[in-house]
Structure formats: structure tokens, C-alpha cells
């Protein structure tokens, strides 16, 4: 998988996360990116936090890239930005629907210059529809979405996944959308319009929950960590913290019961199957929560385990960064910035096993404009704007 998509050149009009996420993945792969930003540049360079003036949330979506500073109220600039299109096999923009045609970059236009191209368009509702003019954020998707109506505690307020998660689904999705349409293009020689937009995304993310609502017709609301569906599946207070457990087998919903020396739970009636441990969780997280308090969690991890019981520590950050799983795993990868220094970030998954893993970092997040002499003196020919 290293530099398997060596040789592609990728022009990336996004900004924030969800495009560049996408365009990411494409780099970790070995595409040469070349992100177009504003005189201002992406705007999550505005946002914290920052090490040595140098935003760490634009680092962290930003390897590997090159940054090219075009300013598209100017026709020269628009004209430069075609050119590098003319030569390119993948754009993606976040602009809302609209923006590139007026800007003569849509994708009819460039398809008549160059018909290969593969053309990912990244919004808030999609291309087409009553809401393809309405702006969108990742708070924002996830509170229209539903997603917001089933996360947080029972009885509570609305809550947020705390990390972008829809955005960065969007990416993925986005990705994996751009690799369909390689393959379509080596059969065909044709490119292709890809609609990435993230409400459908968070749609996408919430499959088995709707499935259920169009099953039942009854509207899904939060349980906190308990899973819907299966029940004892959520995290419970202990001495020290809390311990996520899932006992809902039969099997290991008996053992669960053993080592909490809770035998009489396998008599009780509202406890006998699944369905009605789940129509009697509250009653059943009272019983196991008092059990399960007498212990820190470390001994209850060792008992649990024994015994064959999925489970794991609810875990802050600090703790999964010293987790074994997660030094094996080589996902964070220091860069070297020329401005921030080094900086410790989420890497590339590592994915073969027996060959050569996906390419780790190769370049730092660019400084705005920093390839402008580089890009545009090498790909057009001409003196950098």
C-alpha cells in the first residue's frame, strides 16, 4: 500500500476537516496534493490549539501536502488554477454547491479540458435538493442528523460526539468514493461528478439506529453507554472509575453473574433473556452497578477476563496513549515543522501485515503559501503569482 497512488495529482480546494481528511488519505498514499488556500489560508489554521504560532488542528489533517496561495477574485489566479486542473486526475472542494461554477472551475467546464478528471464535490446537504444552499458544520449536521437526539445520558440535554466525527466520516467516505471512480476510470477512461455531502454521511453512520426506527416506529432516545439493542452492554462505576462491560450472551451473561456473585439474577424473571434485560436495563444496572463498586477496576478487568467477559476501562487520553494496543499499533507519528517543531499526531492506519505498511509521514503540514515558487514554476512554467 505504500505510494500506491504514486504518480496521481490531486488539486484540493477544501478546508476545515472533512475535505481535508479526504485529500489526507489520498497523500498518505502517495498522491502529490497541492492544496489551493485563500490569502488567508484554510481556516482551521485560525483554530487552537497552536504550538509555536502553528495551528495543531491544521497539522493534523495537512501532511504531506503542498500549499499553493491563489486568490480566486483575480482571473490570472483562476487561470493558473485551471492550468494545474488541466494536468490533474482528482479535485476535491468544500466550496457550497454553486461556488466553482461561478468561479468558471465547475465540473462541466473542466470536463471539456480534461475529461479523466475525477471531481469531488464535499458539502453540508449534497449538490442537488432543497437544502444544497444551506451551510453546515460538524455540530451542526450532527444535531439535524438525529445523531445528537441519541447521544448523551437518559433524560439529559442534546450532546455532541465531542471529535468531528461526521466530518470525518465525510472524508473517508469521500475517499473511498474517489478510489470507486479510479477503478471506473481505468475501465472506462472516463472521470466522473462525486456528491460527498455530510449529512448523508451521518445518515450512513447511523444505519442500524434507523433501521430499528423503521422496524418498531419508535423514536430511538439517548441511553447513555448502554447499547440499545443488548443489555448488560454499557460502562458501570467501580471503586476507581468505570468499566465497560458486554455480557449479553447467554453464555457470558451466566459467567457475569458468577463472578459477581450474583447467582440469584439468573431466577429472576425480567432477567431470563435478552429482551427483557434490555426492558429492565435501568432495574439491572442498579443491581450489577452496587456489585461492582466494592472493586477498582483493575481487579474487576482480572476477574472479568478470567472468565472469557468482554470488557475494557473507560479510558481518558492520557491512558490510551500508554496502552500497549496503542504503542503496537505506531498510529502517532512525530513531524518535524519548520515553525512548530516537532509535533506528535495521528498517523496513517497501519493496514498489510506482511508487506510494506501505507506510507507514514513524509512532509509536515505546509506553510501557508509555501510551495507557490516550487508548484507553480514546475507544473505551469511561469513565475509564481
Not at 487561470?79 to 462541466?108: C, K, N
Amino acid at each position: 500500500m505504500k505510494d500506491s497512488l504514486h504518480g496521481l495529482k490531486v488539486i484540493d480546494f477544501t478546508q476545515i476537516v472533512a475535505g481535508p481528511t479526504c485529500t489526507m488519505m489520498l497523500a498518505d498514499r502517495g498522491a502529490d496534493v497541492i492544496k489551493i488556500e485563500s490569502l488567508k489560508g484554510d481556516l482551521s489554521r485560525q483554530l487552537g490549539p497552536w504550538k509555536n504560532g502553528e495551528s495543531i488542528m491544521f497539522s493534523s489533517m495537512n501532511r504531506n501536502k503542498r500549499s499553493v496561495v491563489l486568490d480566486l477574485k483575480k482571473v490570472e489566479h483562476v487561470d493558473a488554477a485551471e492550468r494545474l486542473i488541466m494536468e490533474a486526475d482528482i479535485l476535491v472542494e468544500s466550496f457550497r454547491p454553486g461556488v466553482m461554477e461561478r468561479l468558471g472551475l465547475g465540473y462541466e467546464t473542466l470536463r471539456a479540458v480534461n475529461p479523466k478528471l475525477i471531481y469531488c464535490s464535499i458539502s453540508a446537504f449534497g449538490q442537488r435538493g432543497p437544502g444544497k444552499e444551506k451551510p453546515g458544520v460538524d455540530g451542526i449536521i450532527q444535531a439535524v442528523s438525529g445523531l445528537m437526539s441519541v447521544t448523551g445520558a437518559a433524560n439529559g440535554e442534546p450532546t455532541k460526539v465531542q471529535p468531528p466525527i461526521v466530518d470525518t466520516v465525510t472524508g473517508f467516505l469521500g475517499t473511498i468514493a474517489i478510489l470507486d471512480a479510479l477503478r471506473v476510470r481505468d475501465k472506462t477512461g472516463q472521470g466522473q461528478w462525486l456528491d460527498v455531502n455530510m449529512f448523508a454521511s451521518a445518515i450512513q453512520l447511523q444505519q442500524t439506529a434507523f433501521a430499528s426506527y423503521f422496524a418498531t416506529g419508535e423514536v430511538p432516545s439517548p441511553n447513555g453507554s448502554a447499547a440499545p439493542y443488548a443489555a448488560p452492554n454499557e460502562a458501570y462505576p467501580t471503586q476507581d472509575g468505570w468499566i465497560m462491560v458486554a455480557a449479553y450472551h447467554d453464555q457470558r451473561w451466566r459467567a457475569f453473574c458468577s463472578v459477581l456473585q450474583l447467582e440469584s439474577l439468573l431466577d429472576d424473571e425480567r432477567f431470563l433473556t435478552l429482551s427483557g434485560r434490555v426492558q429492565y436495563r435501568k432495574e439491572l444496572f442498579d443491581l450489577v452497578s452496587n456489585r461492582l463498586r466494592a472493586r477498582p477496576t483493575a481487579e474487576w478487568l482480572t476477574l472479568l477476563s478470567a472468565a472469557d467477559i468482554i470488557c475494557g476501562p473507560v479510558n481518558n487520553y492520557a491512558q490510551v496513549v500508554r496502552m500497549p494496543e496503542f504503542m503496537e499499533s505506531d498510529l502517532m507519528v512525530k513531524m518535524n515543522h519548520s515553525e512548530a517543531g516537532e509535533i506528535d499526531l495521528i498517523g496513517p492506519m497501519r493496514n498489510p501485515l506482511y508487506e510494506e505498511p501505507c506510507a507514514q509521514t513524509v512532509r509536515s503540514s505546509p506553510r501557508l503559501g509555501e510551495h507557490n515558487q516550487e508548484v507553480l514554476a514546475q507544473l505551469l512554467g511561469a513565475v509564481a503569482i
